[in-house]
């Protein structure tokens, strides 16, 4: 698939923009704080609902205006599909397909796929849990779109059993208990719903991204990912969903204590991570500066190919990540994303851009665009 135009309305610094693209290679060029990064995280945020920048939607939205407006059309299999959201920080969003309103904005999930490389990915190898588990269920949602809803009922269940939690922890009444009980079996229902849809996403990343780390760090001592839960002791892989229900009662029942002493759900999905080991050691405080850039780029280079393998060609965009690698990671980078579909690139220097993925080329100037070559 590929994104043929893009349309922002009060969209970060862009008032207006409207750009087309062709299937290919696009570079996006202009100095820094121009508005190139604004203009791909349009894109992105089209493809998962969020930014890759911000947790909130409060700046995306041009200062001095309400509510900003981002219109993708896509092209899939020479079809054309147009999504539009309108992001209302505060208030629910707008979704609208082909221009008829969508009942939910998540049903734009899926439509177009994306994988993103930029300088932020290094803090899925140096960085807190928090990031590696938004990189496995933004994978997940782009992949298998019902695990939006899923995501979304655990996340509220979460929210209202610990604000329960922190009530009892205060007051220490008995009677809460009973509610929490309610609340556990909610936690543990949807908890497993996602536990499993991660655990499979992982069986399937898992050698992707170890044949990835392979070709860009070759002898490298290999890439191994793991999920580490909090449910206890022993691996979870073969468990069913009833079994993931269990062990997320189990592990509830046995934290109680814990849990009311300190007001907070101490097991779940919220609670897990992802772990990187490159040859025998934890890529998390062990591995060199090289290392963890290979080990960043092998997480993204396998989320493409995981994508591809479903015979859908995902956006692949470029944000500013030429700057970062050497000459050796670079031409891998290169090699390997020069058969996709579409690759959008930003650069602040057109030299750092390597020569196998010239393409159209765009000027990005104080907020406007302008197709150069
Ligand atoms: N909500 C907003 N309203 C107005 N301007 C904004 C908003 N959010 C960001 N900007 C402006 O956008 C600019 C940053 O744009 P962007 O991150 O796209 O730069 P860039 O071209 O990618 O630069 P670099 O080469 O440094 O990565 C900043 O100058 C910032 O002031
Ligand atoms: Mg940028």
């Not at 050497?326 to 579909?341: C, F, H, I, P, Q």
Request: avoid cysteine; aromatic fraction near 4%.
């Amino acid at each position: 698939m590929y994104v043929r135009a893009l349309a922002l309305t009060d969209f970060r610094g862009y008032a207006d923009a409207e750009v087309a693209f062709d299937a290919g290679v696009s570079v996006l060029v202009g100095p820094n704080g121009q508005g190139k990064t604004n203009l791909v995280e349009a894109v992105l945020y089209a493809s998962t609902l969020e930014s890759h920048r911000v947790a909130t939607d409060a700046p995306l939205v041009r200062t001095g205006t309400e509510r900003a407006v981002v219109r993708v059309a896509v092209v899939r299999d020479g079809r054309e599909a147009v999504l539009e959201i309108e992001v209302n920080p505060g208030r629910a969003n707008r979704a609208r397909l082909n221009r008829s309103p969508l009942p939910r904005p998540r049903e734009l999930l899926g439509l177009l796929r994306t994988v993103l490389f930029a300088p932020e990915d290094l803090a899925l190898v140096k960085g807190d849990p928090d990031g590696r588990r938004r990189f496995l269920d933004t994978l997940l949602t782009v992949h298998q779109p019902r695990y939006a809803g899923v995501r979304a009922d655990y996340d509220r269940v979460l929210r209202q059993r610990s604000t329960l939690l922190r009530s009892a922890a205060a007051a220490r009444r008995s009677a809460d208990l009973g509610v929490l009980s309610v609340w556990d079996e909610h936690l543990a229902r949807h908890g497993a719903d996602l536990l499993e849809g991660r655990l499979a996403l992982l069986e399937q990343l898992r050698p992707q991204a170890a044949a990835s780390y392979e070709s860009v760090a070759p002898g490298g001592g290999g890439l191994e990912l793991t999920y580490r839960h909090s449910l206890g002791e022993g691996p979870l892989t073969g468990l069913d969903r009833d079994a993931l229900t269990a062990a997320i009662l189990d592990a509830l029942e046995r934290l109680r204590p814990q849990e009311l002493d300190r007001g907070q759900s101490l097991a779940g999905p919220h609670r897990d991570d992802l772990v990187l080991t490159i040859g025998e050691l934890p890529a998390k405080g062990y591995a060199s500066h090289g290392e963890s850039w290979s080990a960043a780029l092998a997480l993204r280079l396998g989320s493409y190919a995981l994508l591809r393998a479903d015979g859908d060609d995902p956006v692949l965009v470029l944000d500013d990540v030429f700057a970062e690698l050497d000459s050796a990671r670079r031409g891998a980078l290169a090699e390997l994303v020069s058969g996709a579909e579409q690759v959008l690139v930003t650069a602040a220097v057109p030299a750092d851009v390597p020569a196998a993925l010239s393409g159209a080329r765009y000027d990005v100037q104080r907020g406007t665009v302008n197709r150069a070559g």
